[in-house]
């Protein structure tokens, strides 16, 4: 099966159930789990850590090397579990001081529980040897068979944690074929690590954990804060633009995964041509994603009239205000991720994202409270806005000084 079409299907599978799940449960609960994803989405960062990246870079560096890749595999698997320990202690803390917690405290439980499962999923090997078939179309059988037990399942606004519990089964079901496949298809097992590899390890990912942490502050943060200031209604408004603009954005997931291990050995070898090669993506996919962006900036009210049936209005203007953002983090993490992290350049990468994601707290929280949930969708696209002048003027500086060095 072509992995275009089966890509483009996982994309098309969640518009297919919004429409659905907003009209049998309400914007409320709509809002109410897209807070627990939000609260629970930093529990993911933690144990994500920043091994997608390193591990990925890892693999790919040592793919003729079963022994390093075993290595590898075990060392981040320990870190992971590490991590997992340290996510529950915090999350029992959470329950303990909140009252809004605890009284869903099995949709919170659930999405927790959804978040481990999905984040020990070792993606980060198939992106490294660069073979994703096996995972990619696993994912699209299990998406599609998860929307359809949805229309199934949910039948009244008390059925609401069917929507979690599906994405939850087939997340498990992915952790256990990858890992039987790893083991029986490419030898890929755990074998005995030392405690300092493990602390090496997560050494290596610190960089890009934190700045892990500016997309938890562009997206979990900001709906955080909708949820405590204005109410569930409102992030069910907020949450229902972004899936969109999220839509919109996961067009790149492909090409920028596969792009990855690519540049972790173009840029060793030439940095200068690596550069013009990822200026000549930026300009032409920039352009594409600016069209398609400007046709949903048009249809956005109807776009909101068929998804979500209610609230046209606000979130059709929601969406129009974020609509250019993908184009932005297109041409991010060319410059970001591709060029400055593949060039080891990981404190000043870091830095820039942190100066990002202080600048959206600062802005977010006035804009939010001055102009609802429009000035929080203006505060993610100024902070995007200010990540792409941030990581284009460094890897610019960066190109410049190796071309000086070549001359």
């Given amino acids: 099966m072509n992995l275009a079409v089966i890509q483009g299907l996982e994309l098309v599978l969640p518009l297919l159930t919004i429409p659905y799940t907003i009209r049998i449960v309400g914007l409320d609960k709509v809002g109410l789990i897209a807070f627990s994803y939000a609260l629970v989405g930093y529990f993911g960062i933690l144990i994500g850590y920043g091994f997608n990246l390193t591990a990925t ?163 979990n943060f900001n709906v955080l804060i909708v949820g405590l200031m204005l109410g569930n209604n409102a992030v069910g408004i907020f949450s229902s633009a972004e899936k969109i603009i999220r839509v919109l954005s996961s067009i790149q997931i492909p090409i920028v995964s596969a792009l990855f291990p690519y540049f972790s050995k173009k840029i060793i070898e030439d940095k ?63 410059y970001g991720t591709q060029f400055l992290l593949n060039l080891g350049r990981d404190k000043k990468f870091t830095i820039n994202l942190m100066f990002a994601a202080i600048f959206n707290v600062l802005m977010v929280i006035p804009l939010t409270r001055f102009f609802w949930v429009y000035g929080t969708g203006v505060s993610v696209l100024l902070t995007e806005i200010l990540v792409y002048i941030l990581m284009h003027y460094f890897a610019w500086r960066a190109h410049q000084s190796h071309r000086t060095l070549k001359d």
Avoid: W
């Avoid at 069917?162 to 083991?183: E, K």
């Avoid at 920039?286 to 109807?302: D, E, H, N, R």
């Fill in 272 to 334: 200068i041509e690596s550069y013009k090669q990822i200026n000549r993506i930026a300009r032409f996919g920039s352009l594409g994603y600016f069209i398609i962006c400007g046709m949903v900036f048009i249809f956005a009210p109807l776009i909101a009239e068929i998804m979500f049936g209610s609230m046209v209005e606000e979130i059709s203007t929601v969406i129009r205000i974020m609509v250019f953002i993908p184009v932005f983090v297109f041409a991010n993490n060319l």
């Fill in 57 to 219: 870079k890892q693999i790919s560096q040592n793919k003729y090397s079963i022994q390093n890749q075993r290595k590898v595999f075990s060392e981040v698997l320990l870190g992971k579990l590490f991590l997992v320990v340290v996510s529950i202690f915090i999350f029992l803390c959470i329950l303990l001081i909140s009252k809004e917690v605890r009284s869903e405290k099995a949709l919170f439980t659930i999405s927790l529980i959804n978040a481990f499962i999905l984040n020990l999923i070792p993606y980060y090997y198939f992106q490294g040897i660069q073979d994703l078939k096996y995972t990619t179309r696993l994912s699209a059988v299990l998406k599609t068979l998860s929307t359809i037990a949805l229309f199934i399942f949910l039948k009244k606004e008390s059925d609401y944690l069917v929507i979690l519990i599906l994405p939850l089964i087939s997340n498990v079901i992915l952790f256990i074929v990858t890992h039987i496949l790893m083991a029986r298809k490419y030898k890929i097992y755990f074998v005995k690590t030392e405690k300092q590899d493990v602390v090496r390890q997560m050494r290596s990912g610190f960089y890009i954990f934190l700045s892990q942490i500016k997309i938890t502050f562009f997206s």
